[in-house]
């Protein structure tokens, strides 16, 4: 893709919103070859770096593109900000915000405190999690997990082998698991089939919580095998 945006000029941007931080994962780091050559991408701590709600990020190569973009050229509302210099714009040119939080803080000061190496484990243990749950949803009889997670989501269903019943009972054990409060889940359509799917991405959740999931969906697939008569 880097390739062909740049044979015919074209801007080319990475939404790695949610995974962009696994990068910091060394078993998986390849998987993030060629990012380096996109003109921007964005990535969001509050996902990642499991920082508080609201923190992302945008990094492009080339900061004036993004001052030409967002700055008020043609408006003397901000004519008294400094402009033009490339060493230091004024944050009210860089994008459409006047006023802005001071976002950066928020990341600064954890990595400050205690080091990138303490997110990256963070963030290989989601990664374990994620597959442990996919190996233990596979191995229970009438549940489809594929394929196996690349990074923290893992999507499956029960197979009822018949489509609407395989909906209906899905949509049910959805609704019990989040219903009972404990676990959230949500659910995805692949393909026509009503998947439920797991995203294994808070720094409070560990084995324990995982076990608890598949404890709930294995007591809640027997009430409902005996429902839908599969």
């Known amino acids: 893709m880097a390739d062909v945006a740049k044979e015919h000029n074209v801007w080319l941007h990475v939404d790695a919103a949610y995974g962009g931080f696994f990068v910091l994962v060394d078993e998986i780091k390849r998987l993030y070859k060629g990012i380096e050559r996109s003109d921007s991408f964005v990535v969001d701590p509050h996902k990642g770096l499991f920082l508080p709600y609201g923190s992302g990020m945008l990094l492009v190569r080339d900061g004036h593109k993004l001052f030409q973009a967002n700055s008020l050229t043609r408006s003397d509302i901000m004519q ?18 006047l006023t802005k939080h001071s976002r950066g803080l928020r990341m600064w000061l954890p990595l400050k405190l205690f080091g990138v190496r303490l997110f990256a484990s963070a963030l290989e243990e989601k990664l374990l ?3 442990y749950f996919h190996h233990k949803i596979s191995a229970m009889e ?14 499956f269903y ?22 009972d409060g404990r676990i959230f889940i949500s659910s995805v359509t692949v393909r026509g089939i009503y998947h439920l799917r797991i995203c294994v991405l808070n720094f409070r959740t ?4 995982i076990d608890l999931c598949l404890e709930k969906i294995e007591e809640n697939m027997t009430f409902l095998k005996n429902k839908f008569n599969c």
């Open 80 to 97: 008294d900000c400094k402009r033009g210099s490339q060493m230091e714009y004024s944050p009210c040119d860089l994008s459409f915000e």
């Open 142 to 155: 009438g549940f489809v997990a594929v394929p196996a997670p690349v990074l923290s989501i893992v999507v």
């Open 129 to 131: 999690l994620a597959k």
């Open 158 to 179: 029960y197979d009822a082998k018949d489509k609407e019943k395989t909906d209906q009972f899905n949509r049910e054990l959805l609704k019990r698991i989040v219903d």
């Open 206 to 209: 560990h084995r324990k919580h």
